[in-house]
């Protein structure tokens, strides 16, 4: 898996989790909905993203466009 398969995944999942526990538990939950959605956009304004630091911590490979080596 590499990292942008992982912040797709890590957002969709917690994106899942916190609407289902903002209707099942409390509506303040929605406001972590919020703070995924706020970072998604930082993220796309700024290029910099801290779960994709974490990912790469933890191990996943980055993309590598065809014709490009990792060296």
């Known amino acids: 898996m590499t990292i942008n398969q992982g912040l797709r995944l890590t957002a969709g999942l917690l994106t899942i989790v916190s609407v289902a526990l903002g209707y099942f538990v409390t509506p303040y939950f929605h406001l972590f909905t ?12 700024t290029g910099w993203c801290p779960m994709m630091w974490i ?16 060296a």
């Open 34 to 45: 919020v703070f995924i959605g706020l970072n998604l956009a930082q993220s796309a304004l």
């Open 55 to 70: 990912l790469k911590v933890a191990g996943l490979k980055r993309e590598v466009p065809v014709g490009e080596s990792l």
